[in-house]
């Protein structure tokens, strides 16, 4: 029988943990995802995620005795700021945040930003392709999501290194942890709520952005101004975190599998088809957050009490063989929708289609406009996180068969 399952003792490969736990029956009791409550229920399988991110009586933070851990979470900069934001809402609260921006994050609206950021992302490949060797994160991925953020908030970035490192600092109050908050990402927070209030102030705001949206909704009286400030906060980390490490993901994945390398080379699959596939193979959330149970209930063969917390995890759930047949291995012409990659239910991300479209952008551009490079898996370096898988580096090299242009 599985033992206690340990998500901080997985290393860099945690899927064939994951195939093992489906395997044993798709839950399964674990370490704390954060000190703050005690063991959680983990569940692995396709059908029990789904379930367990749409089920009613799962929230972020229900009333009652949880109420008090929630308090001792608040108490950190970083974490407060998140509690106010769509992602650690609960009902009515997170309709009302919802609402208004959904509409400007549908569909058509990701597919209609596809030619300018099709066009950014050749731009940034075609530079750095002159260089003797560069860096796929850094100079492509990581500009053209803050490219999107842009169009898509309606604010301009001027230092858009500066607001993504402190994004990813502020990413570590998320991360499942062991200990307390590390005082950094409460300072990053900090420096992102004065940064967004600046802009706000400075009349930086374009109207046709979600950032004048929430605005408005501060001007009608159904949001506080620090709504607004915390979901452009959120907005600045989540909005170019989910696809700058898909992408990396993505190239680690693809060398890993020349066949499938050798479809995209050859155009045998079409951008947008391949980016669904890798957005569920590598998906760039692992876990999403827990959801703490507003009474007792059975869920999974056990029962799970008022306050304890179960704790989907997404990046199984893509490799469950019972909905994905290719399972833990690449096949970017399954043709099936990663969905879970950005959960399921109420809190389905909002930006998904923005982030589908810029992932596709970034593999059209490298594919196209960096014909006769690889990624030097010897020198990639990933995340030190548990909850986010992605890289930090993935520096580009030109095969020793291609000549320089």
């Known amino acids: 029988m599985a033992g206690l399952f340990d998500p901080f003792d997985l290393g860099d490969d945690p899927f064939p943990e994951f195939a093992r736990r489906r395997d044993a029956g798709g839950g399964s009791w674990g370490k704390p995802p954060y000190p703050e409550v005690g063991e959680a229920f983990y569940v692995f399988s396709h059908a029990l995620v789904s379930q367990a991110l749409k089920h009613p009586l799962l929230l972020q933070a229900p009333p009652g005795a949880y109420q008090e851990v929630?308090?001792?979470?608040?108490?950190?900069?970083?974490?407060?700021?998140?509690?106010?934001?769509?992602?650690?809402?609960?009902?009515?609260?997170?309709?009302?945040?919802?609402?208004?921006?959904?509409?400007?994050?549908?569909?058509?609206?990701?597919?209609?930003?596809?030619?300018?950021?099709?066009?950014?992302?050749?731009?940034?490949?075609?530079?750095?392709?002159?260089?003797?060797?560069?860096?796929?994160?850094?100079?492509?991925?990581?500009?053209?999501?803050?490219?999107?953020?842009?169009?898509?908030?309606?604010?301009d970035i001027d230092d858009p290194w500066r607001i993504g490192y402190d994004a990813k600092l502020m990413a570590d109050a998320l991360d499942m942890r062991i200990g307390g908050i590390n005082e950094d990402a409460n300072e990053a927070c900090r420096r992102l709520e004065a940064w967004v209030s600046r802009a706000i102030e400075s009349g930086a705001v374009r109207p046709n952005g979600i950032s004048a949206q929430m605005l408005a909704e501060v001007d009608a009286g159904r949001w506080r101004r620090d709504d607004a400030v915390a979901n452009i906060v959120f907005l600045l980390f989540a909005g170019q975190a989910t696809v700058v490490d898909t992408f990396g993901n993505a190239l680690v994945a693809l060398a890993n599998a020349p066949g499938q390398l050798s479809l995209l080379e050859q155009g045998e699959v079409s951008w947008s088809t391949a980016a669904e596939e890798l957005l569920r193979f590598c998906s760039p959330v692992q876990y999403a957050g827990a959801r703490i149970a507003a009474e007792d209930l059975p869920f999974g063969g056990v029962t799970i009490k008022a306050g304890q917390a179960v704790v989907p995890v997404l990046a199984s759930a893509n490799r469950d063989i019972s909905v994905f047949p290719a399972g833990d291995r690449l096949d970017l012409q399954a043709g099936i929708s990663s969905a879970l990659a950005f959960g399921t239910g109420l809190h389905a991300c909002l930006g998904q289609h923005v982030a589908r479209v810029e992932l596709a952008a970034l593999l059209e551009a490298l594919f196209t406009s960096a014909k006769g490079w690889h990624l030097d898996t010897s020198r990639i370096l990933r995340r030190h996180s548990v909850l986010f898988h992605g890289l930090q580096t993935a520096p580009m090299i030109r095969r020793i068969d291609q000549p320089f242009a």
């Not at 106010?84 to 994050?105: C, E, Q």
């Open 70 to 155: 929630r308090r001792k979470i608040s108490a950190n900069p970083a974490l407060d700021l998140l509690t106010r934001s769509i992602l650690l809402s609960d009902p009515p609260r997170h309709m009302n945040l919802r609402r208004p921006l959904a509409g400007s994050l549908t569909f058509a609206a990701g597919r209609g930003l596809f030619d300018q950021l099709a066009s950014r992302a050749s731009a940034l490949t075609q530079a750095a392709v002159e260089k003797p060797e560069f860096d796929a994160i850094v100079d492509i991925g990581l500009p053209l999501a803050f490219s999107g953020l842009e169009r898509i908030l309606g604010i």
